[in-house]
Each structure stands twice: as C-alpha cells, then as structure tokens.
C-alpha cells in the first residue's frame, strides 16, 4: 500500500523490505493477544502458525534485528512485545497531526487503533471556518494557517491527510513545510514529497481486490502445482 | 493485514501468495495512471521502477497468471489492464452491503476508490432505528432485518463491517446467515468466521507503523549489509 512517489517507508534503498516490517506488526498483533490471554511464552512456529506463516519465516524475519528467543523457552511475549515496539519506534508516543475533518476525519478521530499502539492525533485542521475550534473526539480542530504553531508546540512528526483527492497535495507540501517526516495519505490520489519525507499511501480498493480475487478464484485457485511456502508470503 | 482467523485470502492453503495478488493491485494502479497519462505500452522495468520492484519481480508475479508482453513491445497497458482485472475479478461489478453508518461508514459511503475498482456498497444496514430509511451518498440504510432480503435481490457476494468493535462478531455472523462470501473488516478486533468465507481485516495502526519505523530507523536502516532486492520486497 505505499504510494510510489515520495520516499516510500522500506523501499528498495533502506535495509529492511516493507514486507518484513509489515509482518512485525502482524507478529507484535499476536503477541498482545497472546498476553492478554494470559500466555508468557510462544515460539516461532505457534506466531506463524496462526498468521500463515512457516516458523522459518518469523525466524528469518526477527534475525533482522538481533536474537530474542531462549533455547527450551522460545520467545517472552512481554520482552518480544518491548523489542517490536522499539524496532517499529513505538516504544514512544507519536504525536500527530490530522488534516481534513469530513467524515474520514471524525472517523479517524475515532479510531480506537492508533492509541492503541501508540499514535496519537494531537490537532485536527481544516480550511472550513464552520469547524474552527470545535472538538471532535478530545481533539481541537484548527484552521490549517496555525498548523505552523500547534506542529512546534506538540512535536508533530507525522501527519495524517484526511482530504478530499483536489487538496491532497496542497495539504501534504503544508506537512512538508512544518517539517513533519512521515503522511499517511488517505486521499485517493498520487502525491508528490520531497526525498526525505516518507509517505503511506491507503487505497482501500486494495484490501476489496484481495477479497475479489479469493472469491472469483475460488477452487481454481487450488493448484497444488504452485509454491506452497514461498518467501513471498506475506 | 489479513486477519489471521477465517480463511485468510490467498492464504498457504491457495495457489497464489497474497503478495503477490497485493503487488498485482499495484501494477493495475500503476497502469491506470500510464493510460491516464496517454502510455500504450509499458515493460516489467517501467512498472517495477516506480513501484520500487525489480523488473524479475513483476515478470515473476505476472508469470502466475500467463504470458503478456510482447517481445520488442513489453505489455500493451490496456491489454494487461484488462487481464489483471479478470484475474482480479474486478472485470465484474461487486455490489457489496455494508454494516454500520457511524462516521466510518459514512466516510466509507463517500469513499472514490472503491468505484473507480468496480466496488459499489448498494445497501447499508444499522441497528439504530434514526437511521433508516435515510440515503446517505446515494445509499439507503436499511434496518438489519432487512439484510436477508436486500442481499438476495441484490446479488450481494461481499460485506463491509464497519461498526464498534463489541458488535462486529454479530455483525459476521449476520452477513455469513446471508451467504456473503468475503467481509472486510474495519473493527479493531478479531473476528472468527466459517471456512468458507473469506476476511480481510483492515488495521490502519500498521500503516502507520511503516511509518514510525522509517522515521525513526533514518540512518540507521540504510546499512549497505542487508539484502537489496529480497524476494520479500512488496
């Protein structure tokens, strides 16, 4: 889901595929479930197994970033929790800035997700007067000429854009402009950012299309002629 | 960001690696925009260039499905266009009934990009008795009684769960009572469905987690050590 254009998050010049990266938040996913059902320990085949993914895979994946299972043991859901979350920077809080405040927005503000992991949408910003200085979820909505300010005052390094597709880009250089380092860009249009500002791009078509195809497909999609644990897997 | 519990879509037990049917979405995107743009004709290279893939890669992922390009030619855009539509399954019109009008479904009612991909939400449904009857983006809302009714005479194969987390098991369950054959899902919680139907579960916090590691892995993650052009790149 990267948008092509700007510097995506993983890219082919960074060390560690997107893939991968998506993939610890996956595993960070089942392990808080794992701890919240009371579990201390998993192992690399159990993580996998209920993801789809062979042992090897989640083996490969983490030797990435160092060594955290104990032979006998596996892995400390807790201690494996605390190493993703510093891998994936969410062992701090992410203070963000929102931008668009139509019904993505009041949605997104909502969105019991972010917080949970760590994100915070901070300010919302909005060109219509109408909104000014209403709160929609514990968050003030200012207009988009204070976004200068509040992003100083509140440390904001990520941004997210909640527009409509005509004022994407004209959203996103304000972010850029206040110096804020990773957008995740909701609006269904390509968007340009300079090199060092890395974008997300969400088209949820994508997520339908995985949907179409498994039920256009299905049965012919059995094969057993194609790979069945290939490194591709994600 | 399938969700681990139901039948993933293109889980191991299928032919075809989800990423690689994800990665099929982007060149669709990618060919989309060439033909916008007035491009004919298009190679592996040029679509993997500004997808950030090798062109091994795209040959490779194409291969699944058939031949294409052309030698001295490359693809013929609106030719593979086409062919990965079918693949797809987006050469057809998916109604789709969506469940939950909070503000996440209103925004989802607004949503361009599911159009522009052949998804068209033809009915939604609500427990809260204010909103039926109401059109919201051209779409009634209807009580959830109506659902059996609604899905026949529309030949609904696909569902959007766009309520609370509490209430999206009931709201499964009821599109499964119905014969939906795929759901996605935008509750921040796990969902347990039949084998037969497929689910992908949307998590926005691992979007935003791409994010928060390339932001602050900067420096850090572009050691010239590790795998430049990893079969897992997507």
Redesign the interface.
């Known amino acids: 889901?990267?948008d092509?254009k700007g510097?995506?998050?993983?890219?082919?010049?960074?060390?560690?595929?997107?893939?991968?990266?998506?993939r610890?938040?996956?595993y960070?996913?089942?392990l808080q479930?794992l701890v919240r059902d009371g579990r201390e320990t998993t192992s690399s085949n159990q993580l996998g197994r209920?993801?789809?993914f062979t042992d090897a895979q989640v083996r490969k994946d983490l030797a990435?970033f160092g060594h955290f299972g104990y032979p006998g043991i596996g892995y400390r859901c807790d201690e494996l929790i605390r190493a993703i979350r510093k891998?994936?920077?969410?062992n701090?809080q992410?203070p963000m800035a929102m931008v668009g405040v139509?019904?993505?927005g009041?949605?997104?503000l909502?969105?019991?997700?972010?917080q949970?992991?760590?994100?915070r949408i901070v300010a919302a910003f909005d060109s219509d007067p109408h909104k000014m200085g209403s709160v929609i979820e514990g968050v003030q909505v200012y207009h988009l000429d204070s976004l200068p300010e509040i992003t100083a005052t509140n440390r904001i390094?990520?941004g997210i854009i909640a527009v409509p597709?005509a004022a994407a880009q004209a959203a996103a250089d304000s972010l850029v402009a206040v110096g804020v380092?990773?957008?995740?860009n909701f609006a269904?249009v390509?968007i340009a950012l300079p090199e060092h500002v890395?974008l997300?791009g969400?088209?949820?078509?994508?997520?339908?299309?995985?949907?179409?195809?498994?039920?256009?497909?299905?049965g012919s999609?059995?094969?057993?002629?194609?790979?069945?644990?290939?490194?591709?897997?994600?």
């Open positions: 889901m990267s092509p510097k995506a998050a993983g890219s082919p010049d960074g060390a560690v595929p997107k893939a991968v990266v998506n610890l938040s996956l960070l996913r089942e479930h209920v993801l789809g990435y891998i994936l920077g969410t701090q992410w139509g019904n993505l009041r949605a997104l909502g969105y019991k997700g972010f949970q992991q760590g994100f390094r990520l597709a380092e990773g957008i995740l269904p390509t890395n997300v969400v088209d949820l078509a994508i997520e339908l299309e995985q949907l179409s195809f498994a039920v256009a497909n299905r999609a059995k094969s057993e002629s194609a790979p069945k644990h290939s490194n591709e897997m994600d």
